[in-house]
């Protein structure tokens, strides 16, 4: 997933306070226990109690804390840690100062201007200034990991002041937009630019954000606290610091925030959510998401590798009954790769549909024994609907006479899988959530369906230089002509659904439940499952 994405590309998970069964409630001594240690943590600069907000997540809080190379559920600290020049306002929607106070483009796109925002200290207290911005952009360009593809339009930086940073481009980009992108955007410390991922993940940072770094724990939770020398400053209703951690099944993340030992949690059943719709403590939010969960075909493997049997298969998936039962109607059917709300969606691609004697016609087209068909479906656990969709999607497959095995994995391993140099050795299909890098339909399509040296997110290892010309033509005419960079993505989302390279399974809405008590939160779907705590105002 971006489960990251990194998916989330490269990242995305949290786990409870305590040990969690598989529907058990937290452990109270081990959370007792945990708040104890964060008190401990924030006393030195509090002297009432501290204000700490817990994230009851559903997955992995993050898989790489270096800025540059997490691309993943990482998004969620990092984005509170750590800073980018803009930001981009999904309601005013405006592109909105950060670490650049103003910035202006040539006329022609090439050549953009920043200035950098003056006052800004590090956490380990060095000043901002616009060769760090230079050398950090530099870095994550140089270990091209991450969404290191956003930068791919920057012929130069240079600094002629301490100021002011200048992109000179090879092709028009909108860098304004770019600069406020999820991920691969972040400005790091001179010192922190030096380290490599091991010196991160130990629990070090660079930010400049409000957060710093207190404590982690690998694949259960993280630990924030407030940065006092933040330039933005402080009010005393803000919060003190801030634990996420992994829940991984919904009913458990229910009870905490009925209990009011959680403020914020999302990715909740349907089932939790009308529950805790009726709930006066909690308020839920439902919004738009740019979001959607997507199935990934192994198309290197045989017999998938027949687009026939694809065809086949994706015919036999239960769109409607998943959107309307499983998820009780808190989805849209998909209609393409985009989802709703972000240009380059098109509904005139059309809903995908179940259709079983289209599947049982595909299936002699391919000339496939299905007897011979055995397939193996990945999921991160504690995805009910997943499970749920699975389950039913078996029961179809069965009157083709086809078998599959489902199998619940941690994000972590079940992306290493994906990433095996034998195509055997992987799953036959990857199911995971992705979002944009920043307001643009581009992720989609560089990441997942353009060719790659070594594999990220393109897991249905598609490698088709005609899809890779079209991406890149996309690409630059997204600035100077962006209604025919809208008809390409609009064309390869047609060719997607024909080679049915994957299953478009639903469009997801961004439903999140929080502490009545907590002022400030507002979904932003271009910074998917992020909270910016910093924005946050509490009793």
């Not at 509090?46 to 817990?54: H, L, R, S, T």
């Not at 799953?427 to 581009?442: K, R, V």
Request: glycine fraction near 4%; hydrophobic fraction near 40%.
């Amino acid at each position: 997933m971006k489960e990251y994405r990194n998916t989330l590309k490269n990242m995305i998970h949290m786990k409870g306070v305590g040990v969690m069964g598989s529907r058990k409630c937290f452990n109270i001594q081990s959370c007792v226990l945990l708040f104890s240690v964060i008190f401990l943590l924030f006393a030195s600069t509090a002297i009432a109690a501290p204000k700490i907000a817990v994230y009851a997540y559903h997955s992995e809080p993050y898989i790489d804390l270096d800025p540059s190379v997490e691309y993943s559920n990482g998004i969620i600290p990092l984005q509170n840690v750590y800073e980018t020049l803009t930001r981009y306002n999904a309601r005013t929607k405006k592109i909105e100062p950060l670490l650049a106070t103003k910035w202006v483009a040539s006329s022609d796109g090439l050549k953009w201007t920043f200035t950098i925002r003056s006052g800004v200290k590090f956490h380990d207290g060095t000043n901002l200034t616009a060769k760090i911005v230079k050398d950090s952009i530099e870095r994550t360009m140089r270990l091209k990991k991450s969404a290191s593809y956003i930068w791919d339009a920057v012929k130069a930086i240079d600094t002629p002041n301490n100021t002011t940073v200048v992109f000179t481009l090879k092709n028009p980009s909108p860098m304004d937009l770019i600069c406020s992108a999820s991920y691969a955007a972040f400005i790091m410390s001179p010192e922190s630019m030096k380290m490599d991922s091991s010196w991160f993940n130990s629990g070090k940072d660079g930010g400049s954000g409000p957060y710093s770094i207190a404590k982690v724990q690998k694949g259960e939770q993280i630990i924030l606290k407030a940065f006092k020398d933040y330039w933005g400053g402080w009010k005393p209703d803000q919060f003190d610091g801030v634990i996420i951690k992994k829940y991984a099944e919904s009913s458990a993340r229910r009870q905490l925030v009925e209990k009011g030992e959680a403020q914020i949690t999302e990715g909740l059943s349907a089932t939790d959510l009308n529950a805790l719709s009726k709930n006066p403590n909690v308020v839920v939010h439902a919004d738009p998401a740019w979001k959607n969960a997507i199935a990934f075909w192994n198309t290197q493997k045989s017999p998938l590798d027949n687009v026939n049997l694809r065809r086949a298969l994706c015919y036999a998936y239960p769109y409607d009954e998943v959107v309307k039962n499983v998820l009780d109607g808190r989805a849209k059917k998909a209609s393409g790769l985009v989802p709703v709300g972000l240009w380059g969606h098109s509904d005139k691609l059309g809903a995908p549909k179940f259709d079983i004697a289209k599947a049982k016609k595909y299936l002699a087209l391919s000339g496939v024994d299905p007897k011979k068909c055995k397939f193996e479906v990945t999921f991160t656990s504690g995805y009910e609907e997943y499970r749920s969709a699975m389950q039913i999607y078996k029961t179809n497959l069965k009157k083709l006479g086809i078998d599959l095995n489902i199998h619940e994995m941690t994000w972590d391993s079940e992306w290493e899988r994906s990433k095996n140099k034998n195509p055997k050795d992987r799953q036959d299909l990857l199911i995971m959530n992705w979002w944009p890098d920043y307001p643009s339909p581009l992720s989609w399509f560089y990441t997942l369906m353009h060719s790659e040296k070594n594999i990220s997110f393109n897991l249905s290892y598609i490698n088709n230089p005609k899809i890779d010309k079209l991406i890149e033509e996309a690409d630059t005419k997204t600035v100077v002509n962006r209604k025919e960079a809208e008809n390409i993505f609009i064309n390869l989302q047609e060719i997607a659904i024909d080679q049915a390279y994957f299953i478009n399974m639903f469009d997801r809405e961004a439903c999140w439940v929080v502490n009545k008590n907590v002022k400030g939160f507002y979904n932003n779907p271009a910074y998917e499952t992020v909270v910016f705590f910093y924005d946050l105002r509490t009793k």
